[in-house]
């Protein structure tokens, strides 16, 4: 069974480590937020200019000077921060930011990551996701392992434009987790009731699988 | 020494055909939106925009766009308006994608009078195109250009009639930057207070930025995505 | 979490002889005077130190040239201190000076992952020596790089368990730049919060720039020139 | 008879206009703060971080963490504000500050200057110097026409350490006030009873001399 957007977001949860600085992409990244592990505790950052975002305001508590970079209402914990954007960008390309979660349209074996543009089609621009993946220490890409047509999006070459090269240090898809290593695609964990075949054709980019697979724990 | 000014329409004086303009804001956040009613009532047009974000079909940047008063946009995302993104396909609008950290900091560098620096950021993508490559510690890296535009338009939470601004939770974003990067500065303020009553520690954009300074008016503020629990 | 250490001696565990620091403050104000003593009561020697100033020869990092565990200073400006003069005029000590700001934005580029950028300052002079000069706008400039430091080491007029950091007045200068720069960056404070305390919006060094904090004590805070009405 | 300290100061004082940031040296230059034209308001730049520098503190009430890039003990005006270093240099570097005056051993008909290091004989370094004197907008020093021993200090070139080249654009001396023009030195006023076949004689560098050059008024 592929896992759900939920599910891929509380897999990702358990690669954080008390203490952990981590940038929440758009999307399912967002929700990973919501399975923090009881007893870590990680301080989020949002590029557009804070440290220590909190839960989505109570209703009739929206500020509109206070969002997030998908432009949602946010609250800010207690040791929060706020600063400029390019304290902030300073703050990621530095690499003082330990873990960066964000979505991608196609990954490569090699790291390269294509996730801002479809020619012809969509022209929003990259936001920040070019600087996060060009100098994150750790970048973990949450994504659909093929599209609706059952096209790999693990790929041997984007066909898309990229937003950075050799990057991508771990995937979680609906099938699989997956290290992107000097080799290629390994496989680490399958999601349950998937087995090692099913990602192998899911997968068009070099796949090495090496022992027992098992099935992500949850 | 005097920075005040009486509203919007005598802090964009001199503002011309043509010019280049850096607009603080993320998204709806931190715009300076009296500023932009009045070059929306000005009529200026053929600007080039300098802005994060392209605002939404009727508010914000959107506003210009909706006239035809731009010419070109430089920013990083501009995805939540889509008379914009008609405009580019139709080929009637320049746009230039910039990531948002190389912007951030393009305008930073502007200001702080650096011509030129080095960042990851876009290595082997299509923003690398025609720029400057250099390895750094075994990375290669781009060379990209501090910006300065003709006026820089700002929003403040506080003001001070030196000049001094406060901003207001994650309303700071571009404003900051972008402060430092006008040939003249413009700031708008929500409440504006006579110099000395701010702490002088706790000022973000120090007076030396800023030419012209008024307190704004009826300030709309509207949220892109109310998100409540 | 927990970055909260009890005391320099606890803080400065990991710093080794050879080893890189940067060390805040502008004279004498604002340096992190409890960490200076526990590195003299150390006997750690060969460093590196990244300082604006090399302290008077009984107080701030003067102190540690007495003792001779300085190998190299990187500063802009060491007239104060005649220890310092006789150690560099006799071979004893090594010397890379470095214009104010020059030396101010390297640490800000180290901290902000700008491995080089290009600044007019010290063109055609003997700093210039050895560096890659390029004109941008008709202008000369050198290349200069971004530099980072095995420990930061700053002081901070409050602090919160997060590490987040606020300053006082002029004792600010290097120690919010330098803060971004550490691989491991240790805060000492004149007043210690719980994480809450501070106003967001007024946070000149975020937490995530430091990894240990602490309330330091006995703080002389000498000053060097007095002057008085 | 040559200025005092005290007049090249009050004399540098009429360069300022109301609304300028001023970015004002050790020595000399300080004391031009005590000059100040009634009417013009004109804000201190210390580059140690702060705008507003006011008068030195009353007894008893100096602060250690304010103090001036002299090291001097100061006081904060209303308007002011602190930053750190990095920001203080973006201000000069990006060409905020509309004046700045300073001291030198040495200049040059062609605007060069030397004003930081006698080799063998004072290593102190160049503190902000060097960035000052290749941003500023506009740089006036103020200096001795001669050494004690008569040497001109306005020369063709410097025989010390260059701190910037072809930057500054007026001069102050206890004998003369002069432009330094593309085609070198121009004098612009005498100090009273010196005469311009004083000043001809105490400058090595190349002066220009047009019609009556009035005298210095205070």
Redo the contacts between chains.
């Keep these: 069974m592929a896992l759900t957007k939920e599910q891929i977001a509380q897999r990702i949860a358990k690669e954080l480590k008390?203490?952990y600085?981590v940038n929440l992409g758009i999307g399912i990244p967002t929700l990973v937020a919501n399975y923090i592990p009881e007893g870590v505790?990680v301080?989020l950052?949002?590029?557009?200019?804070?440290?220590?975002i909190g839960?989505?305001?109570?209703?009739?508590?929206?500020?509109?000077?206070?969002?997030?970079a998908?432009?949602?209402?946010?609250t800010?914990?207690?040791?929060?921060?706020?600063?400029?954007?390019?304290?902030?960008?300073?703050?990621?390309?530095?690499?003082?930011?330990d873990l960066t979660v964000l979505g991608a349209f196609e990954v490569t074996d090699k790291g390269?990551i294509a996730s801002w543009k479809i020619p012809g089609k969509m022209?929003?621009?990259?936001?920040?996701?070019?600087?996060l993946v060009?100098?994150a220490k750790n970048i973990v890409v949450a994504m659909q392992h093929t599209s609706k047509d059952g096209q790999s999006k693990l790929l041997k070459e984007c066909t898309l434009?990229?937003?950075?090269?050799?990057c991508v240090k771990k995937i979680v898809s609906d099938l699989a987790v997956i290290d992107v290593t000097d080799e290629g695609f390994k496989l680490l964990e399958r999601a349950p009731g998937v087995t090692v075949d099913d990602i192998r054709k899911a997968t068009e980019g070099k796949l090495i699988v090496e022992g027992e697979i098992p099935e992500m724990q949850f | 020494m005097n920075k005040v000014v009486k509203d919007a329409q005598e802090a964009i004086a001199g503002i011309k055909d043509g010019m280049t303009l850096m607009v603080g804001g993320f998204g709806l956040s931190g715009i300076p939106e009296n500023c932009i009613t009045a070059l929306v009532e000005s009529g200026i047009k053929d600007l080039t925009c300098i802005s994060n974000n392209a605002g939404v079909d009727d508010f914000g940047l959107g506003l210009l766009l909706q006239k035809r008063q731009v010419k070109k946009m430089i920013s990083s995302y501009v995805g939540e308006n889509a008379e914009f993104e008609r405009q580019l396909l139709a080929g009637e609008l320049e746009v230039d994608l910039i990531p948002q950290g190389t912007l951030a900091e393009r305008c930073r560098a502007g200001g702080a009078g650096i011509p030129a620096f080095y960042v990851p950021a876009g290595y082997g993508t299509e923003v690398a195109d025609n720029k400057e490559v250099r390895v750094f510690n075994g990375k290669p890296h781009l060379l990209e250009y501090g910006m300065v535009a003709d006026f820089a338009i700002v929003k403040a939470w506080k003001g001070d009639t030196h000049g001094n601004l406060i901003y207001r939770n994650t309303a700071n974003n571009f404003n900051q930057p972008m402060a430092t990067a006008g040939k003249i500065t413009i700031a708008e303020v929500e409440e504006l207070v006579p110099a000395g009553t701010l702490d002088p520690n706790m000022i973000h954009t120090p007076g030396i930025y800023v030419q012209r300074i008024f307190q704004g008016k009826n300030y709309e503020k509207r949220i892109e995505r109310k998100t409540e629990r």
Tied chains: 1, 4.
Excluded: C, W
């Design positions: 008390d203490g600085y505790e301080i950052q949002s590029e557009n200019g804070m440290l220590g839960p989505f305001p109570l209703q009739g508590e929206a500020d509109p000077d206070l969002i997030n998908g432009k949602q209402t946010v800010v914990l207690p040791g929060g921060s706020f600063f400029d954007s390019s304290a902030s960008f300073g703050m990621i390309r530095g690499g003082h930011v390269d022209v929003k621009g990259m936001g920040g996701a070019m600087d060009a100098s434009p990229l937003t950075g090269v050799a």
